[in-house]
C-alpha cells in the first residue's frame, strides 16, 4: 500500500538546523516533495526530489533521500521563527495524487 | 502565490444540506486535484480532474463529485452533508503533458475553503 509516516513535532532553538524525517512505502515513487502550512493558510510547495537523486540543496534547505530505506529528510539550515509552521512530505500515488503524512509541526524558541 | 484561488473561504452548513467549493486553477494549468484535510491530519486525495473529465479518485464516497471546466476551473460538490464532512478542502492545479515523461506535475495549493458543518 500507500502510506507516509512522519514524526509530529520538532523543537529547535533560533539559528539551529533543523531536521524532519519522513519514511515512505511506495519504491515505484518517482517524486517525492515538502510543503511547509502555516495556520490557517493552505500548502506551499518548498522543493522536491527526484528519486534518481541522493541530495538536492536549495539556498537553506538541504533535501536527503535514501532510496534503499525508503527514506526522505528535510533539513533546514539557520531556523528562523517564520519556519515555524507544519511541515508535509509527500509521494506521488499512482492516480497522479499525492499521499501525505500527518505532518511534523516544527516549533522555533527564540 | 501560487496563482490558485478558491472559493468562498468559510462555509457554515447543516448536516444533510448540499455544498459547492469551487476553484481557479494556475494559468496554463490543465489539472486540478481536490483534497479533504481533517483537523491535525494530512491532506487525504479525494480525486482529480484533467481536461474536464475525472481522472483518478480516492477513497470517497458518491455523494462527492466534481466538475471541471473548459476553462480547466473545477467545483467540488458534497451532497447530503455529515459531521465528519467538516474540513478544510484544498485544490491544487498541475500540468499534466500527454507525453507523461517524468511525471513531475508539480501541484500548486489554494488557500482552501473552511467548511464547518453542524
Known amino acids: 500500500g500507500e502510506d507516509v509516516e512522519q514524526s509530529l513535532f520538532l523543537s529547535v532553538r533560533e539559528g539551529d538546523s533543523s531536521v524532519i524525517n519522513c519514511t515512505y512505502t511506495?519504491?515505484?515513487?518517482?517524486?517525492l516533495y515538502w510543503y511547509k502550512q502555516e495556520p490557517g493558510a493552505g500548502l506551499q510547495l518548498l522543493t522536491y526530489i527526484f528519486s534518481n537523486m541522493d541530495m538536492k540543496q536549495d539556498q537553506r534547505l538541504t533535501v536527503l533521500l535514501n532510496k534503499k530505506d525508503k527514506h526522505l529528510s528535510l533539513r533546514i539550515a539557520d531556523t528562523q521563527t517564520g519556519d515555524s509552521a507544519i511541515y508535509f512530505c509527500a509521494e506521488k500515488g499512482s492516480q497522479g495524487n499525492l499521499i501525505f503524512g500527518k505532518g511534523t509541526k516544527l516549533s522555533v524558541k527564540p | 502565490e501560487t496563482g490558485v484561488t478558491q472559493s468562498p473561504t468559510h462555509l457554515i452548513k447543516t448536516r444533510g444540506q448540499q455544498v459547492t467549493l469551487r476553484c481557479s486553477s494556475q494559468s496554463g494549468h490543465n489539472t486540478v486535484s481536490w483534497y479533504q484535510q481533517a483537523l491535525g491530519q494530512g491532506p487525504q486525495f479525494i480525486f482529480q480532474?484533467?481536461?474536464?473529465?475525472?481522472?483518478g479518485r480516492g477513497n470517497f464516497p458518491p455523494r462527492f463529485s466534481g466538475l471541471q471546466f473548459p476553462n480547466y476551473s473545477s467545483e467540488l460538490n458534497v451532497n447530503a452533508l455529515e459531521l465528519d464532512d467538516s474540513a478544510l478542502y484544498l485544490c491544487?492545479?498541475?500540468?499534466?503533458?500527454?507525453?507523461?515523461?517524468?511525471?513531475?506535475?508539480?501541484?500548486?495549493f489554494g488557500p482552501g475553503t473552511r467548511l464547518l458543518v453542524l
Open positions: 480532474y484533467y481536461r474536464e473529465e475525472e481522472n
Open positions: 491544487a492545479s498541475s500540468l499534466k503533458t500527454i507525453a507523461g515523461g517524468d511525471r513531475k506535475e508539480t501541484q500548486y
Open positions: 511506495d519504491s515505484s515513487s518517482t517524486y
